[in-house]
């Protein structure tokens, strides 16, 4: 193993270390090699070491039409970013996480590591603590790519259990599957608001989680929840958890280690910026050890991606600082608060589409989810599309709603011809 993980690796308590993948175990950050005498030679006269091409007075070299495209110091996006991410972005981030999270207070925090957004962090999350054959306890409705990133990609196992238990979060479930071995190592993921239901828990149904992952500590389980908070602040409704439950699992137990997995894509509408962070929590881990951790995670970045788009944290960075981003936020979440609206609104005006679908628990997010109480969902599917010229997605036996790309004004034409097009293919 190199000299540099074992360093790493004596600063973390047993439950953490022992949590870590064979990959999350020898990984390192470099520090010792080219990049650390990069940085030693910062600021020299004369610098041979940086790994790009500058003009001939220091700027980063760039293509004259590249650089008129767009009103940015080119110094902040031609060169490349920290493996780690953009300093100032991510104590940005880091602050903005708390001000988003109040109960966090004085927290210990990881710095948070800049990844190419949610599914590089949570390819990251598998390298650092899954090793092949091992299970990923996730509920059976679940963003799909998950099996490319943790079973393909890392070769886990995705160990479900069903969702919701008489329309609420099945905490029961979880407990079952945290359980359903003898003590050791467990991996969790969190998803709130969900793919594809749009669902986020009640402040109760959180505590029950954090209750059980706690139990299965106390049993002895070395657990890891990832939580992937890719959708979080769009919460629509009134008691819903609107702190993400990385506040109350990175204090929960001196052998949970919460894993937050979040960025721009979604919370800033920034998609194809490709931003996301890493940062890590547990009541056993002090400086030393969330800064180890760190470490090992831009490890793990400079050996997949080496770094994140340097445009794109220098823009997001920007409009960060910028007096007006909370407004321009507010102004968003509104549009799509009021798709939400919009969408119970129908719902409540046409008892008789419970004929024939019923709507799954949802109170946030992009999505809803609704069960067809007759017919197959891949069937209304085509048939939505070939006669009614409307698009949803089928999965799991269900029709996903993506109410976060459909204007105001469809809304109630999408809900009649779903109506419409189950009873067609049910006649
Ligand atoms: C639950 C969930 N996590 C992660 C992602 C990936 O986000 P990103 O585009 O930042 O990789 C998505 C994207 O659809 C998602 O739905």
């Given at each position: 193993m190199n000299p540099l993980a074992e360093k790493l690796n004596s600063v973390l308590p047993a439950p953490i270390l022992d949590a870590l993948s064979k990959k999350g175990r020898t990984a390192f950050f470099p520090s010792a090699g080219i990049l650390g005498q990069a940085a030693q030679a910062r600021g020299r006269q004369i610098n041979a070491t940086i790994g790009i091409a500058l003009e001939e007075d220091g700027a980063p070299m760039r293509l004259q039409g590249l650089d008129a495209l767009f009103q940015i110091d080119g110094r902040e996006a031609f060169p490349y970013a920290p493996s780690f991410g953009k300093p100032g972005l991510r104590d940005r981030w880091q602050s903005m996480l708390r001000e988003k999270n109040p109960s966090l207070g004085k927290t210990a925090l990881s710095r948070p590591v800049v990844t190419g957004a949610l599914t590089h962090g949570l390819s990251v999350a598998g390298a650092m603590f899954l090793d092949p054959g091992e299970s990923l306890i996730v509920p059976d409705l679940f963003w799909g790519n998950y099996r490319l990133i943790f079973e393909h990609a890392h070769g886990a196992r995705l160990d479900t259990y069903p969702l919701f238990d008489e329309g609420g979060f099945n905490v029961a479930g979880l407990r079952a599957r945290l359980f359903a071995e003898p003590p050791g190592k467990r991996v969790v993921l969190l998803n709130f608001p969900n793919n594809p239901t749009g669902y986020t828990c009640s402040p109760a149904e959180a505590k029950a989680i954090c209750g059980v992952l706690v139990e299965a500590a106390d049993a002895g389980c070395e657990v890891v929840a990832l939580i992937d908070d890719a959708y979080f602040g769009l919460v629509y409704e009134d008691g819903v958890i609107e702190e993400s439950i990385f506040t109350q699992l990175a204090t929960a137990h001196e052998r949970l280690l919460a894993v937050k997995i979040d960025g721009a894509t979604k919370e800033d509408y920034a998609w194809g910026f490709r931003v996301g962070f890493i940062t890590y929590a547990s009541s056993s881990a002090d400086e030393t050890v969330l800064d180890a951790l760190a470490q090992k995670t831009a490890g793990v970045v400079r050996g997949s991606i080496s770094n994140a788009s340097h445009l794109s944290q220098s823009l997001l960075l920007a409009a960060y600082d910028a007096p007006d981003y909370g407004a321009w936020k507010a102004e968003?979440?509104?549009?799509?608060?009021?798709?939400?609206?919009?969408?119970?609104?129908?719902?409540?005006?046409?008892?008789?589409?419970?004929?024939?679908?019923?709507?799954?628990p949802c109170n946030s997010g992009y999505?809803?989810?609704?069960?067809?109480?007759?017919?197959?969902?891949?069937?209304?599917r085509r048939h939505l599309l070939s006669k009614y010229d409307t698009g949803l997605i089928a999965t799991a036996g269900l029709l996903r709603i993506a109410f976060s790309s459909v204007p105001t004004a469809s809304i109630a034409d999408l809900f009649a011809n779903l109506y419409a097009a189950i009873g067609d293919v049910t006649d």
């Open positions: 968003k979440y509104a549009v799509l608060a009021g798709r939400y609206h919009r969408m119970r609104e129908v719902l409540a005006a046409h008892p008789e589409y419970a004929e024939r679908f019923q709507p799954l999505f809803m989810c609704v069960r067809p109480l007759a017919g197959e969902a891949e069937a209304i």
